[in-house]
């Protein structure tokens, strides 16, 4: 994997074919979901068991209720469930279509500069995965998954089911990349906020709803983007 890494970035130069050159750019992106199997395998080490109670106490003390329970519960209607589901599996073309857009009609600075803070956002939020590990609530035997009946439904629960790592749910690292994308296409591709603003909404709201993640990971995920968009930024600023 890193010779592939190292062929990527040295061999492929900016006069290479327009395919070569967006492997180059957004080859990280294929890494993701390897580089999320590995926190399930490590997450351990500083925590023996999963922090879902601390969680849920927490939640309690700043709510007076659990939001992820509580949600659905007032929204039982199947096609809201079905529009949730749909909003959370659009995480999966969201980032990958920016990419593709900034390498097809932008500069290559701005594909680096996304793609740095992309990076930055998932990465760091693998690493927090490793010492502070968090399941998703839709494990939990008193919680478990909100039903979904239609495909969007039917997909997901395969997803959560054959690749999804318990461990993994603090921070949102689907709502800090999806706030990573809202920012980078109000920068760059403006004229589709008003499809990509809705679409990031649900999705951050459709974490909570399916039970894939407590409300405060959802706030996480969006603090940690506040932070390190800027600082990534710095970096590529600097970089220049």
């Not at 969201?94 to 990465?123: E, N, W």
């Not at 590990?133 to 009946?149: K, L, M």
Request: glycine share 6%; net charge positive; with cysteine.
């Amino acid at each position: 994997m890193v010779a592939v890494v190292f062929l990527a970035a040295f061999v492929v130069g900016n006069r290479a074919s327009r395919t070569a050159r967006l492997v180059r750019y957004l080859y990280p992106m294929a890494l993701f979901l390897l580089m999320y199997e590995q926190t399930g395998r490590m997450n351990h080490i500083v925590f023996p068991d999963l922090l879902n109670p601390l969680v849920r106490q927490i939640e309690e003390s700043i709510f007076g209720f659990q939001p992820v329970i509580v949600f659905a519960q007032k929204f039982p209607q199947k096609w809201f469930a079905e529009y949730m589901y749909f909003a959370y599996s659009t995480f999966y073309l969201l980032f990958p279509t920016l990419g593709i857009f900034l390498c097809l009609r932008r500069t290559r600075a701005d594909v680096l500069d996304y793609m740095l803070s992309l990076c930055g956002v998932m990465y760091v939020s693998y690493l927090m995965y490793i010492f502070l590990p968090v399941s998703a609530p839709c494990f939990e035997t008193d919680i478990g998954y909100v039903p979904g009946s239609g495909p969007f439904g039917g997909m997901m629960t395969w997803i959560y089911h054959h690749l999804e790592k318990p461990g993994g749910a603090f921070p949102s690292s689907h709502v800090a990349a999806a706030v990573v994308v809202l920012y980078y296409t109000f920068r760059h591709a403006r004229i589709a906020l008003w499809v990509v603003g809705p679409l990031v909404v649900s999705l951050m709201a459709a974490t909570v709803y399916c039970r894939y993640h407590y409300a405060i990971d959802v706030v996480a995920g969006v603090a940690l983007t506040l932070v390190l968009v800027p600082l990534c930024q710095k970096i590529t600023r600097c970089a220049k």
